[in-house]
């Protein structure tokens, strides 16, 4: 790998770092929980899956840039880049089969040298591989042949163990399975042979794991999911078991779903296992985080910093789950731990005691004007701050493109890319 200096901060950088904390000390007029918020931003790592490294793409077309990693050692290397210039991104989450290998200890041994560890695991039983013996085309845990759905849960069984070899702690099953046309599935029974499916795999979890249980309302299918939404999800964990958990892929809800009150509810019966972050407008566009509703990511952080108030155990899972076709995806990552950071930092500025006496009293104004006090706070120097004491750097995006990071990447791997995923 290309060893890559990173410039220092200026001092013209530093001494408005520092005008910027005082005027946030200023506006929030309470140094301690300026800190305590500082403490806890340094605490937030985001796992970054491995298919976002590459330039993703549609079904009509992909645009990649150059650069991109062909391997998973690179991909591992170009976490370890984000990590050193944002110092919240320690962790990659893999895909297999995309991320397959056969020299996992030289990997584990190239993570470990880059102070990286392993996230969840995910499985993939919505994409035929070659030479399988049976096809996915009509379902994988859900199928109504029982040699299609044994063949998907030792797939996932095998994701398990592959897991383990790499010291990660959660399997994330997210299914493509569903109907197209109605009268093709019988609800019921798809539901059943999918229980059945994932309770299998269940018993084949290590005792400090998590499974974590996606949904999504339609794509591929769009008749119907097998596991549309929240409560679909919340009946199969509950099933399940302690060990099992619903995830929450902000992407995967119909338009204006009220995201945060499904985090309320699943933090209140201790099922919430962790996040997909991304942004969209329509359905499934896995776009980069905050970019079109800032403001929904942070009252989900409200409930969020409530839950984790609430629970100082409180374990969950955070990772970016988006798609960047025409950014370089390097610098869309940087952007969407950035508008995660900076909506928890929000967040942390609320007064819940203070919010709960004003709904006790019904005074909605109040209510209002609490929750908008802390989203109009400009917490960025916060955000930078807990960057800055951890090693990271004054301005992640500057940082990339004042130290020629892509040019670099282009010149030690070409200009075509191979990179895999979506
Ligand atoms: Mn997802």
Redesign the pocket.
């Given at each position: 790998m290309t060893k890559i200096d990173l410039n220092q901060s200026t001092k013209e950088e530093m001494s408005k770092h520092s005008r910027a904390i005082s005027s946030v000390v200023d506006a929030v007029g309470d140094e301690n929980k300026v800190s305590r918020a500082i403490g806890k931003l340094k605490q937030l790592q985001i796992a970054i899956p491995s298919w976002a490294l590459g330039t993703g793409g549609t079904r009509f077309g992909r645009f990649p840039g150059g650069g991109e990693p062909s391997s998973l050692a690179q991909k591992i290397e170009d976490v370890a880049l984000l990590n050193r210039l944002n110092k919240s991104s320690s962790s990659i989450s893999l895909h297999i089969p995309w991320d397959k290998a056969e020299n996992i200890e030289e990997l584990k041994k190239l993570a470990k040298s880059l102070d990286l560890s392993f996230d969840a695991v995910n499985s993939n039983t919505f994409q035929d591989q070659p030479n399988q013996s049976y096809s996915y085309k009509y379902g994988s845990l859900c199928h109504t042949d029982k040699e299609v759905r044994q063949l998907a849960v030792n797939h996932n069984k095998e994701v398990i163990s592959i897991g383990e070899n790499l010291g990660s702690k959660a399997l994330?099953v997210?299914l493509a399975d569903g109907s197209i046309f109605p009268g093709q599935h019988d609800f019921k029974s798809a539901l059943n042979r999918t229980l059945d499916s994932l309770s299998e795999i269940y018993s084949s979890l290590p005792p400090d794991w998590t499974m974590l249980l996606?949904y999504?309302p339609y794509e591929p299918n769009f008749y119907s999911m097998v596991i549309p939404d929240w409560g679909t999800s919340y009946l199969l964990v509950s099933e399940l078991g302690d060990q099992a958990k619903t995830?929450v892929?902000l992407?995967?809800h119909l338009p204006n779903t009220n995201i945060e009150q499904i985090v309320s509810t699943l933090l209140f019966k201790n099922k919430l296992g962790g996040f997909?972050f991304?942004d969209s407008k329509y359905g499934?566009d896995d776009i980069t985080v905050g970019s079109l509703k800032p403001y929904q990511l942070f009252l989900i952080f409200c409930e969020l910093v409530k839950g984790m108030d609430d629970d100082p155990n409180l374990d969950l899972s955070w990772?970016i789950?988006a798609s960047h076709n025409i950014k370089d995806p390097l610098e869309d990552l940087l952007q969407s731990v950035e508008a995660i950071k900076i909506a928890y930092a929000q967040a942390l500025l609320v007064d819940y005691n203070e919010l709960a006496f004003y709904q006790n009293r019904n005074d909605i104004s109040q209510c209002q004007e609490i929750l908008q006090e802390a989203f109009r706070t400009d917490v960025r120097a916060l955000v930078r701050e807990a960057r800055l004491q951890l090693g990271g750097v004054y301005d992640p995006i500057k940082s990339f493109r004042e130290n020629k990071i892509r040019e670099k990447l282009i010149s030690e791997r070409g200009v075509n890319s191979k990179a895999t995923g979506l």
């Open positions: 994330t997210w996606e999504k995830l892929d992407g995967h997909h991304n499934d990772m789950d």
